[in-house]
């Protein structure tokens, strides 16, 4: 079973920066993509960005150029550098890890809460 421990969430002005680490441990065969969702209050939760094992990233058309997601192999962690936040970017945010070869599970941190408000 692969645990995922999420962390950096917190409150921060408009143009304010945040940075997500999202740890994975466990009974892990090999680690797939990586990735960050987010949901907002009555709203569907969505894709914020996606690393691939060799660092091909892919990111929600709202956060480009503003937000970077980046990985540590050797520490099988995920991270999410979110600058020039703004208000519409509060959410919870969820660590998402596909584990697996030939096959694959998907995994989902318990979530961390980013508030951007003045």
């Known amino acids: 079973q692969v645990q995922l421990v999420e962390s950096g969430g917190g409150s921060v002005q408009p143009g304010g920066s945040l940075r997500l680490s999202c740890a994975a441990s466990?009974?892990?065969?090999?680690?797939?993509?990586m990735g960050w969702y987010r949901q907002a209050p009555g709203k569907q939760r969505q894709m914020v960005a996606i690393?691939?094992?060799?660092?091909?990233?892919h990111y929600a058309d709202s956060v480009k150029g503003r937000f970077t997601i980046s990985r540590d192999n050797a520490k099988n962690t995920v991270y999410l550098q979110m600058n020039s936040l703004k208000l519409e970017d509060t959410a919870i945010y969820y660590c998402?890890?596909?584990?697996?070869?030939?096959?694959?599970?998907?995994?989902w941190g318990q979530g961390t809460q980013v508030t951007v408000s003045s």
């Open positions: 998402n890890v596909r584990v697996g070869l030939a096959t694959y599970t998907t995994y």
């Open positions: 466990g009974g892990m065969i090999s680690i797939d993509n």
């Open positions: 690393i691939s094992p060799s660092r091909i990233t």
